[in-house]
């Protein structure tokens, strides 16, 4: 948490591109295998309450530029939203268009869940390109695949065609959810970093909204035929703008002094420093810059003593890998960026999204889709209140007091859904029409589970890149993105199924158990790094307590 006091340690902290111009205070450890800075991060009550020191450039204003990068960066998020909404709506409005036969529940859990499963398989990948190309480049490429797969899907005669068109799509995803949040925490000053990642959730709410809009009135006025293929397609346009606004951003700063490129990296500092000048920002960013090529220069030297330890040379990302493993800091941040985007997945919140038009076709509504778009409101509402929160309140505190209330929504749709009589197949429709008092059961359970989601874990995962030192940063989120994806593939595959052998109302138990169990890990192992540094926030995992205060 930000209030930890690491004794025997300098009293300095960093932005992470705009910090003191006092270096840290470097150390060797020995137990870890790693070079660690030691820092003082006694700012905060024991409880988690964080303040940024003052006195940092980049405490007053993220800057114009700043706030022009986060936002076309950011576009992947709102493709990212579009694409898990609209498909909401594109299930129940395709008919027989595909393969001349209505789509089974086999089918949709199948079009929808190989996004996940490419996003799963590309994400690792993605991660050591980001290492070897650049964190731009890698958004670059997802855009092209963006516009490929939105175009394949809106040409489908077939369900196999919809299948490739929107695994395409869900390799473009798996590249983008990662780098796109690394890509921001990198630029950002720390005093806005969780607000400036959190603009990436906003936008991926925003794409949900704007897919629900687009799904209600394509399947409400345009034709039967083609209504759909209008709502798959248009997912090509905001990557076509993407790549067009990326052309003129520039490179992270951190990956620039990995590559040798100190001085283009210097270039970007002064920029990120424009919008907050004062007589001391040349000295601040002069020793930004030299704070990076330490933190550079240290894991360096880590990684050969670790190579002359093992005998041999290796390739740089098994060198990575090995290090990710073997030191303890970093297999604890993994454990924890693991531990948070499984759980962010297997709460069941993206079965909401993805079926939540089926959802409430089953409860009776005479408009699924518009009143899914009453979901997705909520989502993208409260997803702007966490953006005022997830700085000020801090991470760790933030999903303490958003999970209960998911669970609380969760249990109160199973008592909803006790009163609904379902058919065998549990995905058409009732055996009778459900009192309405039911429907307003589940409906308004539902608006709770998807606040307390939108205000805590739909946004805290995305952080994991404070979690990581430099040298794994992209492999460890690259690993932890992965394994959102790896869940977010398994509960697009079962969703409809536990609807039908387990019910609706154990389904959600299901959901609300795992959520419990995810509250206990968080309480123990989550310690808070709102307001510290990249590089002061990944010391947090030496002590023996994992941070946690």
Not at 59 to 80: N, P, V
Not at 250 to 271: C, D, F, M, N
Not at 279 to 305: C, H, M, Y
Not at 415 to 424: A, D, E, K, T
């Amino acid at each position: 948490m930000a209030g930890n006091d690491h004794s025997g340690t300098s009293s300095s902290q960093q932005e992470p591109l705009l910090e003191n111009s006092e270096a840290s205070s470097s150390r060797f450890d020995g137990e870890n295998g790693s070079l660690a800075r030691g820092v003082d991060t006694s700012d905060g009550d024991a409880d988690g309450d964080v303040r940024s020191a003052p006195g940092k450039l980049g405490d007053e204003s993220a800057g114009l530029f700043i706030w022009m990068l986060t936002f076309s960066a950011g576009i992947s998020g709102l493709l990212f939203g579009y694409d898990t909404g609209v498909i909401s709506a594109t299930l129940v409005s395709i008919g027989t268009a595909l393969s001349n036969r209505a789509l089974t529940s086999l089918d949709k859990s199948i079009i929808t869940s190989c996004t996940s499963l490419f996003a799963l398989l590309i994400s690792p990948y993605a991660s050591v390109l980001a290492d070897s190309l650049g964190r731009k480049r890698v958004i670059l490429a997802a855009d092209v695949l963006f516009v490929l797969g939105a175009v394949i899907q809106a040409l489908s005669s077939t369900i196999s065609a919809m299948v490739v068109g929107r695994s395409i799509v869900g390799a473009a995803v798996g590249a983008a959810s990662f780098v796109v949040p690394l890509y921001i925490a990198e630029l950002s000053p720390a005093a806005f970093r969780g607000r400036l990642v959190t603009m990436n959730i906003v936008f991926i709410t925003l794409g949900q909204v704007i897919a629900y809009i687009v799904g209600w009135a394509f399947g409400s006025f345009a034709s039967e035929g083609t209504g759909w293929r209008w709502m798959v397609g248009l997912g090509a346009l905001p990557a076509a703008m993407q790549m067009f606004m990326l052309l003129f951003m520039p490179e992270s700063p951190r990956w620039l002094v990995k590559a040798g490129r100190s001085g283009e990296a210097r270039v970007v500092i002064q920029k990120v420093a424009g919008g907050q000048q004062s007589d001391s920002s040349p000295r601040l960013v002069d020793a930004t810059l030299k704070n990076i090529e330490i933190e550079v220069r240290e894991e360096e030297a880590a990684r050969r003593l670790s190579s002359r330890r093992t005998g041999h040379g290796s390739p740089a990302w098994l060198e990575s890998m090995h290090e990710l493993f073997s030191v303890r800091r970093n297999r604890r941040a993994l454990a924890i960026a693991c531990l948070l985007q499984g759980l962010q997945q297997l709460c069941g919140f993206n079965s909401l999204m993805y079926f939540s038009a089926t959802i409430f076709t089953l409860v009776g509504f005479p408009i699924p889709t518009l009143t899914s778009l009453v979901v997705a409101v909520t989502n993208f509402a409260f997803t702007l209140i966490a953006l005022s929160l997830i700085d000020r309140v801090g991470r760790r505190r933030i999903l303490l007091w958003s999970i209960p209330s998911m669970i609380g929504g969760l249990l109160l749709a199973a008592y909803g859904f006790s009163f609904v009589q379902l058919s065998s197949d549990s995905t058409s429709s009732p055996t009778a029409q459900p009192a309405q008092g039911a429907a307003v059961i589940i409906l308004v359970s539902i608006m709770i589970y998807v606040a307390g989601y939108a205000i805590g874990l739909g946004n805290v995962p995305w952080m994991q890149s404070e979690l990581f030192s430099l040298s794994v940063r992209s492999l460890g989120s690259g690993i932890s993105t992965a394994t959102n994806w790896g869940a977010n593939f398994v509960i697009g595959l079962t969703f409809l199924l536990l609807m039908d052998v387990l019910t609706p109302t154990w389904t959600f138990v299901l959901y609300a158990m795992i959520c419990a169990v995810g509250y206990g890990l968080i309480w123990r192992l989550y310690p808070e790094t709102a307001g510290l540094t990249l590089e002061d926030a990944a010391t947090l995992l030496e002590d023996d307590n994992w941070g946690v205060r």
